[in-house]
């Protein structure tokens, strides 16, 4: 393997676009070749192209971490004389030469690690060009110990990874020295010092004292050893790092940036409190502090005016964001931990009456400062410091993941568990703790409340505001929203209601009203909502009350989102206009009349999608109101206020400019309203309106229809392929009332069902938009599951209503020219519904409907033409499954219905052919095929209906014997031959699995019928023959006595049906071990 073809195809790689993958596949194949060592060294010493370097020294790494080096000394040894070559750089090369030549540091024995590592420190120390390698190396070290992709024995990592702590001091020492360099060499040092202070939770000590505190996986109380030693704050290059980070605003970014990793590092060392943790902490807060004192003055007009994304002072203040952010679990710690030991023996720890001071007050203004500043990156800093506050107060603090937890648990036998606090603690502990801790977190958490409400308050003219984006800040309110609910654990949903009503008592003295400030207050009170009891403040009954009159504007973003959040106040408070009946017709009218019609008449802002939102959620807070407050709305004003609020909602929904999916949530809105009217003959006038007002945009569509359907040439002529939505608003308002309540007892039953009544109506306009859009399949779904709806809310009225049986016609008529499954979902459904109505009728219907939708589907299946899709086929044997659990229709098709005997026979003679053509396509029809035969059998059996002695029952018996045992069926008796395609059903599904599916154990359950009751000698005698009767080589896979003890025990099992369906599994899994042998010795199968 010539070094210029590697070449060729590393400059194809890269140059020669079309054929990228070939040449990346004969790459990675090189990769594993053996002779590419030869050929990598010949890279590296001969070639100039950074490209061919790089992609050698990748190599190097590939087959270190794969374990594959011929000799570990000589390796490492080679990789030493390279990285020597390349110490000038490119940095790139290397980089990847130091990570190989940790990876095979990593394949040695342990006992070689102490000395690899001084001997790599002195090689890498001895001219000033070493030192970037130096401090490659020593970054490089941490990762790759905990690096899975070397493939090493998981003690081999750890102990990797412990043998290299113990030389931590000597690295440390290392590291200061290579700072004094220079600049670049100040930065790698820092941060690999950072990368070092991170390993040292690989020690065992340290994850001990992690796992002491918590027998379900959660941390403990820890220390790494240089925090309890008491010296680590004292290190220089700790030192170093908090004096650059304290003149943040003038130190080189980069260096403040390698700063902040190892100050990060550092105070991650330590969950405790304890004067040896005190002084590390205390130095990285004094530093932060300190910092932010010098930077935030510049940032002070960004509490207005929006932040550019990516400008210096936004880098440098997200230096110090970034640990702002990760200090809020340690500043409730020390908090808490400083009221305790100033509280008196036997009192609860308070906060001192004067209030912080020192570096605790300054983080809290710092961390407030954060959150208040226009830019949404930096500002989460804050919230995140608020929400790690939060999380300390709950017992929820999130523990770093321990990149060691899967060594050790393969080192010692340890299960590795997701942390599980709320179950580590003891509850009544936890109360007690959480009621002392809370009045001392109560002061800043009202402050963090008071900086959200700034935070969440959008830009006057935010088209117009610099620097402003939409989505980003939309995801920053949420986030606002989740620590607002969360402090109400500390201050309580009712102090911070009454926080925000004197806000916006002060924001309604001033004119003109700022739209931003209401639209916080509204997003403020929205986040406490569920936290709050309904209807005992003072302050949302004023804001609802308020809402039709604020000065709403019509031009802007602003005009949507003061419309977004009127929507939003009005759905979260939807349960309590539901208990009042003023405000609740205040709003109906403000939504029905002013703010619902005005929103579509909003001119469309840059990004389309805040239109959207906006009518939106006005839809959905206009049906909320409805759906909740809807028994009121039907008592209010004497029982008129209804018919205004239905036909005002109707003539939205009949509103064109609104989305199609807006107008069916207030279909649904106008449907719970009228579904509890007590006066049926008012439901039945007001429907009957709605449902011709929805007619009324149908004439254009109609109009256009051939005189006859087109059926299967029909196609769809919409751009997105989806029905006119005219057509789906239509079926949805002929469906929009069905969960009516039953009629009361005592109460003179109506002769007649309302929604049947307008159905029946207006049949024939449904009949004409089905029968001519049959090719849409999501409109029919829609028509199949609003007569599923319908006739299951007026089941008692549904069989004698003249539309039921042309209902079930007309779906028919559809399914034969677009056949779909849920056609026989609906089938399926309304078998459910009237099977058990006792009407011979009803039956006779039923039986007929079940014949006319499974009789095309098993001559398909019978004839061998797989034309249907298989969830029409399975859709179609559920259906009937489901029709033969009934007793009375299974008696009136065997008795009576010839296509139950065609089915019958094609079902006995297909379900063994789909499995040996495909079981995963067709297991589910299968399965449902298995259940029908099953079903006759059941009905064949004494045992089924013991102690019934109706003579209806005795004629099923006596039918569904003769029909399994004596009947000539087309293709012979069906006994014997159920007999056979049961063990054609084992064998064809040895191959995939006994396991898999359920083929198996369907196969079994019908095998276990069979052996039962008055087939039992008969599938007795022919289990034996059929089984031997299998192709070779599963037909002699049993010995006869093998077989004999097959079936006595499956006759002792069939009692029990988990211990036979475990037999015949196990029969199924001995064919597919026979299969496999006879693969492999060549013999057919």
């Known amino acids: 393997m010539a070094a210029a073809q590697v070449i060729g195809h590393i400059h194809g790689l890269h140059r020669d676009f079309a054929n990228i993958q070939a040449h990346s596949s004969w790459l990675q194949q090189f990769q594993q070749a053996p002779e590419a060592w030869a050929v990598v060294h010949e890279l590296l010493t001969s070639s100039s192209e950074e490209l061919v370097q790089y992609f050698a020294s990748h190599t190097l790494v590939t087959k270190l971490q794969a374990g594959n080096v011929p000799n570990v000394l000589a390796c490492r040894q080679e ?84 043998g290299m702590l113990q030389h931590t001091g000597t690295v440390l020492e290392a590291l200061w020295k290579a700072s004094q360099t220079n600049e670049a060499c100040a930065v790698a040092a820092l941060r690999a010092c950072a990368k070092w202070l991170h390993l040292q939770h690989a020690s065992p000590a340290l994850r001990a004292q992690k796992r002491a505190a918590s027998g379900s996986g959660g941390s403990g109380p820890f220390s790494a050893d240089l925090v309890r030693q008491g010296t680590a704050h004292e290190h220089p290059l700790l030192k170093q790092a908090a004096q650059t980070l304290s003149i943040v605003h003038t130190a080189p970014l980069e260096l403040c940036r390698a700063c902040a990793d190892l100050l990060s590092e550092a105070q991650m060392l330590t969950n405790e409190a304890t004067p040896q943790a005190r002084a590390l902490q205390m130095l990285v807060m004094q530093a932060v502090v300190e910092g932010s004192r010098q930077l935030l003055p510049l940032t002070q007009k960004h509490l207005e005016a929006w932040m550019p994304q990516d400008s210096e002072l936004t880098a440098r203040t997200a230096v110090l964001g970034r640990l702002i952010g990760e200090l809020g679990g340690l500043f409730c710690r020390i908090l808490t931990a400083d009221a305790r030991a100033a509280a008196l023996p036997g009192e609860p720890p308070v906060q001192p009456p004067s209030g912080l001071s020192g570096p605790l007050s300054d983080l809290t203004d710092v961390a407030l400062h954060f959150c208040a500043l226009r830019h949404t990156d930096l500002a989460k800093c804050g919230l995140d410091f608020w929400y790690a506050v939060l999380a300390q107060y709950l017992g929820a603090a999130a523990e770093e993941e321990d990149p060691y937890d899967e060594e050790a648990a393969g080192a010692g036998g340890r299960t590795t568990a997701a942390p599980d606090w709320s179950a580590s603690r003891d509850p009544q502990l936890e109360t007690q703790r959480r009621s002392q801790e809370r009045h001392i977190l109560e002061p800043h958490i009202q402050k963090m409340v008071k900086a959200h409400w700034r935070a969440v308050r959008y830009p006057s003219e935010p088209e117009h505001e610099e620097h402003f984006e939409w989505d980003e800040f939309v995801r920053f309110r949420e986030m606002c929203s989740i620590n607002v609910t969360e402090a109400c654990l500390i201050v309580t949903p009712r102090w911070i209601i009454d926080h925000i009503g004197s806000i916006l008592e002060e924001i309604c003295s001033r004119q003109p009203i700022a739209w931003q400030d209401i639209d916080a207050c509204v997003f403020m009170l929205t986040g406490v909502a569920s ?45 309590y206009l539901a208990l009042n009946p003023e405000p609740c017709k205040q709003i109906l009218r403000f939504l029905t009349t002013q703010h619902l019609p005005a929103i579509p008449a909003l001119p469309q802002v840059p990004d389309p999608d805040v239109n959207k939102y906006c009518e939106a959620l006005a839809c959905d807070a206009m049906k909320m109101v409805m759906t909740a407050a809807r028994k009121g709305i039907v008592q209010a004003d004497g029982g008129t206020l209804w018919r205004e609020v239905v036909s005002a909602v109707i003539s939205l929904v009949a509103d064109p400019r609104f989305n199609v999916d807006c107008r069916a949530q207030l279909v649904f809105g106008i449907g719970q309203v009228l579904s509890v009217l007590d006066n049926w003959s008012e439901l039945e006038q007001m429907l009957d309106l709605f449902v011709s007002r929805m007619e009324e945009p149908l004439a254009p569509v109609l109009a256009q229809l051939p005189p006859e359907p087109l059926g299967a040439r029909a196609s769809k002529a919409t751009r997105d392929g989806k029905a006119p939505l005219e057509l789906k608003l239509y079926i949805a308002a002929v469906s929009s009332v069905y969960n009516m309540p039953p009629v009361a007892d005592g109460v003179n039953r109506p002769d007649h069902h309302p929604v049947l009544a307008v159905v029946e109506k207006h049949f024939l306009t449904i009949e004409k938009v089905c029968i001519h859009h049959t090719h849409y399949e999501e409109l029919m779904e829609q028509v199949c599951l609003a007569f599923s709806y319908i006739l299951g809310f007026a089941r008692e009225y549904a069989p004698t209503s003249p539309v039921f049986v042309p209902m079930m016609k007309l779906m028919a008529r559809c399914c034969e020219q677009h056949p779909q499954p849920f056609y026989m979902g609906l089938i399926r459904s309304v078998i459910g519904f009237f099977a058990a109505a006792g009407s011979e009728q009803l039956d006779l219907i039923l039986v007929d409907l079940t014949g006319l939708f499974v009789t095309p589907v098993a001559h398909h299946l019978g004839s061998g033409a797989s034309t249907l899709p298989p969830p029409i086929n399975a859709a179609a044997y559920e259906m009937l499954a489901e029709a033969l659990r009934h007793w009375n229709l299974a008696l009136l098709a065997i008795r009576s219905a010839q296509w139950l005997t065609n ?77 056979v395609t049961l063990a054609r059903l084992m064998a064809a599904a040895a191959p995939n699995g006994a396991s898999k599916g359920e083929v198996v154990p369907s196969t079994a359950e019908v095998l276990r019928t069979v052996l039962t ?29 093998d077989l004999q003890r097959l079936l006595q025990q499956l006759k002792m099992e069939k009692g029990d049906n988990r211990r036979f369906t475990r037999t015949v599994v196990g029969l199924v899994d001995q064919f597919a071990v026979c299969i496999k042998k006879a693969q492999f010795s060549g013999c057919p199968s």
């Open 79 to 162: 990789l030493m004389k390279y990285l020597k070559h390349f110490w000038r750089g490119p940095h790139a090369v290397r980089r990847q030469l130091v990570i190989a030549l940790t990876d095979c540091a990593l394949l040695q024995p342990p006992t070689e690690d102490g000395a690899w590592l001084a001997d790599s420190v002195q090689q890498l120390s001895d001219t000033i060009d070493a030192l970037p390698s130096l401090l490659e190396l020593l970054a490089t070290i941490p990762e790759e110990a905990a690096n899975r992709k070397v493939v090493v024995p998981a003690q081999r990592r750890l102990a990797f990874a412990t």
């Open 531 to 575: 936290r709050a009891p309904a209807g005992q403040d003072t302050v949302i009954p004023k804001l609802i009350e308020l809402l039709p009159h604020l000065p709403y504007h019509t031009v802007g973003f602003k005009a949507l989102l003061l419309r977004s959040a009127a929507s939003r106040l009005i759905l979260f408070t939807s349960g």
């Open 903 to 979: 089915v019958f026979d094609a079902t006995i003679e297909v379900v063994a052919r789909l499995v040996e053509e495909n079981q995963a396509v067709h297991e589910r029809t299968v399965c449902a095929m298995l259940r029908f035969v099953r079903n006759i059998l059941l009905w064949g059996d004494p045992e089924t209906c013991k102690g019934d002695s109706a003579p209806e029952v005795v004629d099923l018996q006596k039918q569904a014997q003769a029909l399994v045992a004596e009947r000539p069926l087309p293709r012979g008796v069906a006994l014997q031959r159920i007999i």
């Open 1013 to 1041: 009751g008055p087939f039992e000698y008969a599938a007795g005698a022919g289990l034996p023959a059929a089984l031997r009767a299998l192709p070779a080589p599963l037909g002699e896979a049993l010995s006869e006595p």
